[in-house]
Every structure is written in C-alpha cells, then in structure tokens.
C-alpha cells in the first residue's frame, strides 16, 4: 500500500523539476531527447535553445512569473495535468477489456442487449383453413363490370367416385381480386359431397384446367355475368343472380353474390356459396325451380333462395343441397 504524504507541500522532485524556469507548455525542438511515455508533461529541456528562442516567456502580454512560488505553482499544475491523463489512459485500457483495441460497449448498451436477448421473435399467423376462409365475405361491388377476359384455374381435381363422370373447368375473370384457387376447391368439395350431385354414387365431378370440359363454370363480375346470361335469354340485372348460360359452355356464377351472399342467408356465407354452386349446375343438369310446400320446411336448392324464402304465406328454411340428409 503506498505510503501517505507527510505534509502538504509539494514533493521535491516536482520543484526540482522546474528549477530552471522552464515553461511546460512552451514547444520543444525536434532535436531533443524524447519524452518518456509515461511523463507526457515533464520532459527534459530542449538542447541547443538560447535567449532568442524565448525559453520561458509565457505568451504575449501575460507577465511572466518568477521566483520560488512560481516554480511550485507550475510544478503542481504540471503533476495534477500528468495526473489526469493517467486516470484518462487508465480508464480506457480498462474499458479495453476484450483486448480487441475497441472499447468495449457501454453499460446502457449491455442492459438493452440483455433485455432484447431474452425474447423470442413474433411467430407468423397460421394460415386460414378453408372452412375459415368460406365464413369470410370479401369486398366486391354490386356493379362492377370486369373485363370479360378469363383464366382457367390451374390444376387437376380427379373425380372420387364411380358413377357418370362430368368433367368441368373453372374459368375466373381477370381483376376480381378473389381467390381463385379457393373457389375451384369450394366447387369440387360440394358438387362430390354425397348430400350434392354425386348423391349415392349417381354421379362423379373432375376437374380438369386443358382439354374439352363438360361445362365450365365461371366467376365473373355482375357485369360480364349480365353479358352471358343475356346469350341464353336470361336477364339476372334486376336482383344481380348467377345463372345457366345453356346456350353456352358457361355456367356463370356472379362475383358480387359469391363474395358477399344474401339477405336470405345472413350470415352463413359458407352454406350460401355451396347453394349457388348446386343450384346452377342443377340446371346444367337439367333442374328447374321449385319451392317448399309446407311453412318450415326446407326450401328445395332449386329453389330461388337468393331472392326468397318465403311465398304465398309460407316460410321455408334455406338449404344448399339437393340431398340434405345425404
């Protein structure tokens, strides 16, 4: 443990240091000896400096001090100066921890890395499961008029059962902003259900997206839906309906219904859609409208559900299969 100070004063060699009034802040002459690296106030004198050089003087217009108390006021500047870079050059080489020569991060840096290190990144969304995505409604205008320009679903859906086979294609108009691929598995789920069609292995659907179909139903604005009913002398404008075009390969099914359903339905958007898929490939196949007989009961999917449930003073209950109780 280092030795306390007996008095005071200044150490000796700090006067002595300073004997000859040298100025420690005057500049020194290259040919001198080097200062030790651990003095870097203290060095010896410059060699070869003489009166003119200005030795001690202090800069212009400051008095110069002379004498004893002079010499031990700048040698107790010069040591607390040699002091405070010492406790500067220490406390970098202790921050320098790493032996790297970059100064290690700061205290506020470390507690931020030790908060942030402990968490766990957010986990993406799982996706939406079909039954999720055909609860949904989707924005769509009840008069849009699209393009007329289709694409042809991509993909293959093999027919599962073993009675007449049909085979369609699934044509989307451009711009709807619908999910295609959603609306072909919508297709190929219902019309193979055994409550549908395909009812007691009667008949079998497959979906083809090349080659000749048996028909092929289409997602289309209610404007272009208009444009294909009109080729078979249907009019669906007034209360914005799908339809079968017979006259045509197109069995259309309007954009804005499949999107946003019905009053009739409220709000079961998923048996809705499947009703608008029996109905019309139902007159594809050949079904005309009908209505329930007796108030309560189910309405038949030939019915026109989309604009009714309830007529001549009786109410029917909405249905989407042609075969409820499969």
Not at 122 to 133: G, H, M, V
Not at 162 to 186: I, M, N, P, S, W
Request: proline share 7%; with cysteine.
């Amino acid at each position: 443990m280092p030795r306390q100070r007996r008095t005071g004063a200044p150490r000796q060699e700090y006067l002595d240091a300073f004997d000859e009034d040298l100025d420690v802040f005057a500049p020194r002459s290259g040919g001198g000896a080097q200062e030790e690296p651990d003095r870097p106030g203290a060095g010896p004198q410059a060699a070869g400096a003489g009166e003119d050089d200005g030795g001690d003087a202090p800069p212009t217009g400051v008095p110069a001090q002379r004498g004893g108390k002079g010499r031990a006021f700048t040698g107790i500047a010069a040591a607390a100066v040699t002091t405070v870079l010492a406790v500067v050059v220490a406390g970098q080489v202790a921050d320098d921890r790493d032996g790297t020569g970059v100064l290690a991060q700061s205290a506020p840096g470390r507690a931020h890395d030790a908060r942030t290190s402990g968490r766990t990144a957010p986990t993406a969304a799982a996706p939406l499961t079909y039954e999720q995505k055909m609860d949904r409604t989707y924005p769509l205008s009840a008069t849009l008029k699209g393009p007329g320009k289709f694409d042809a679903v991509p993909g293959f859906d093999k027919a599962p059962g073993q009675g007449r086979k049909f085979t369609y294609r699934v044509d989307v108009e451009q711009g709807l902003g619908l999910d295609g691929a959603l609306f072909a598995e919508a297709v190929q789920k219902t019309l193979n259900d055994d409550r549908s069609w395909a009812h007691g292995g009667a008949r079998t659907f497959e979906r083809i997206s090349s080659g000749k179909p048996d028909f092929v139903i289409t997602l289309a604005s209610p404007g272009t839906t208009a444009k294909w009913c009109a080729k078979s002398g249907l009019d669906t404008t007034e209360d914005n309906v799908s339809c079968d075009s017979a006259a045509t390969e197109r069995v259309m099914i309007n954009a804005y219904r499949w999107a946003q359903g019905s009053k009739t339905y409220g709000n079961e958007i998923h048996a809705y859609r499947q009703m608008l898929i029996n109905h019309e490939i139902g007159h594809r196949l050949g079904h005309g409208h009908v209505t329930c007989q007796k108030d309560g009961e189910l309405a038949p999917v030939m019915q026109q559900q989309t604009k009714f449930l309830d007529h001549d003073g009786i109410h029917c209950l909405p249905n989407p299969w042609p075969y409820p109780k499969g």
